[in-house]
């Protein structure tokens, strides 16, 4: 058996005991539920969404790096633009997504290459090269050791190059309580998980439902789930599993994101984090000068 296929097997094997202890959400599951429900539009507002942030109307020519890679639609979104894309996952479900969706979209490209890795391992990051775009959208914060994955993602990206991460927002005490629903989440039998998700999202959405009625706007609140796909090109319920249940869960600030990376020598050129509370600071930044 080769190296390669031994590690491939032993990262499996990690993440499902560590799933089978609670210590981690099965994101992948989740987007593959979420596959049944991308079309085009949501394709669409993912590419728009990479064009926004990276400031660029084309790929075309670069190279393109997905650290967890999830459902694949940003895999997906940069082969669109001309990216050449190489996508990676942890969560064998989440590799399988992925694989999936290049299937039906670019079957047997060799400009966009899947596999399952882990963000944790320098040795599996430095063996894949240089890319122009690193990118790694609310993932990094998921892997148990945030600050070594915001690291690793140093060394694939190239001088000149961008990277693109987005991390949790650290609101103090309320990071800490979400962090303790998280853990709960995953550490109840699966018959619970699905109410458990409800009733803990249950006062924020009655929230949301009672004040657009008193602004005498009720449909705002309606649009609000049935025309969430012009987020990202994401689904809401599906995004609600994914945050309720989303543990590991590490948070930071916007100044820290900014130190770590401006003293290793990146420099930022776009940034989104006004009104973003417990959700993700983006951040764009630009490998030396």
Same mark, same amino acid.
């Given at each position: =058996?080769?190296?390669?296929?031994?590690?491939?097997?032993?990262?499996?094997?990690?993440?499902?005991?560590?799933? %089978?202890?609670?210590?981690?959400?099965? !994101?992948?599951?989740?987007?593959?539920? !979420?596959?049944?429900?991308?079309?085009?539009?949501?394709?669409?507002?993912?590419?728009?969404?990479?064009?926004? =942030?990276?400031? $660029?109307?084309?790929?075309?020519? &670069?190279?393109?790096?997905?650290?967890?890679?999830?459902?694949?639609?940003?895999?997906? @979104? @940069?082969?669109?633009?001309?990216?050449?894309?190489?996508?990676?996952?942890?969560?064998?479900?989440?590799?399988?997504?992925?694989?999936?969706?290049?299937?039906?979209?670019?079957? #047997?490209? %060799?400009? /966009?290459?899947?596999?399952?890795?882990?963000?944790?391992?320098?040795?599996?990051?430095?063996?894949?090269?240089? !890319?122009?775009? $690193?990118?790694?959208?609310? *993932?990094?914060?998921?892997?148990?050791? =945030? /600050?070594?994955?915001?690291?690793?993602? *140093?060394?694939?990206?190239?001088?000149?190059? &961008?990277?693109?991460?987005?991390?949790? #927002?650290?609101?103090? #005490?309320?990071?800490?309580?979400?962090?303790?629903?998280?853990?709960?989440?995953?550490?109840?039998?699966?018959?619970?998980?699905?109410?458990?998700?409800?009733?803990?999202?249950?006062?924020?959405?009655?929230?949301?439902?009672?004040?657009?009625?008193?602004?005498?706007?009720?449909?705002?609140?309606?649009?609000?789930?049935?025309?969430?796909?012009?987020?990202?090109? =994401? #689904?809401? /319920?599906?995004?609600?599993?994914?945050?309720?249940?989303?543990?590991?869960?590490?948070?930071?600030? $916007?100044?820290?994101?900014?130190?770590?990376? &401006?003293?290793?020598?990146?420099?930022?050129?776009? *940034?989104?984090?006004?009104?973003?509370?417990?959700?993700?600071?983006?951040?764009? !930044?630009? &490998?030396?000068?």
């Amino acid at each position: =058996m080769s190296a390669a296929l031994t590690k491939k097997i032993n990262i499996a094997e990690q993440h499902s005991r560590e799933v %089978a202890s609670g210590e981690r959400f099965e !994101f992948g599951k989740n987007w593959a539920a !979420f596959l049944s429900v991308l079309d085009d539009e949501r394709i669409n507002t993912a590419v728009e969404s990479l064009k926004t =942030m990276l400031e $660029v109307e084309t790929l075309e020519g &670069k190279s393109f790096l997905d650290i967890g890679s999830g459902s694949g639609l940003f895999s997906l @979104a @940069a082969r669109n633009l001309g990216a050449r894309v190489h996508s990676f996952d942890f969560d064998s479900n989440s590799f399988a997504c992925t694989r999936e969706l290049r299937s039906r979209y670019f079957p #047997n490209d %060799a400009n /966009w290459r899947v596999e399952q890795g882990s963000a944790l391992d320098p040795e599996y990051l430095n063996s894949l090269g240089k !890319f122009d775009v $690193v990118y790694s959208w609310g *993932v990094l914060h998921h892997t148990g050791r =945030m /600050w070594q994955a915001l690291e690793n993602a *140093v060394i694939p990206t190239t001088d000149g190059g &961008k990277l693109f991460v987005a991390i949790y #927002n650290d609101t103090g #005490n309320q990071a800490k309580r979400w962090k303790w629903i998280k853990k709960t989440y995953c550490g109840l039998p699966k018959l619970l998980k699905t109410p458990f998700a409800v009733v803990t999202i249950l006062p924020e959405e009655t929230k949301r439902a009672v004040g657009s009625i008193l602004r005498l706007d009720p449909i705002s609140y309606v649009r609000s789930w049935t025309q969430y796909k012009s987020s990202r090109g =994401m #689904n809401r /319920w599906y995004d609600i599993i994914d945050w309720v249940g989303g543990y590991p869960y590490e948070v930071a600030s $916007v100044d820290e994101i900014f130190e770590f990376y &401006k003293t290793r020598g990146f420099i930022l050129t776009n *940034v989104k984090s006004g009104g973003v509370g417990l959700g993700c600071n983006e951040f764009v !930044f630009r &490998k030396g000068t």
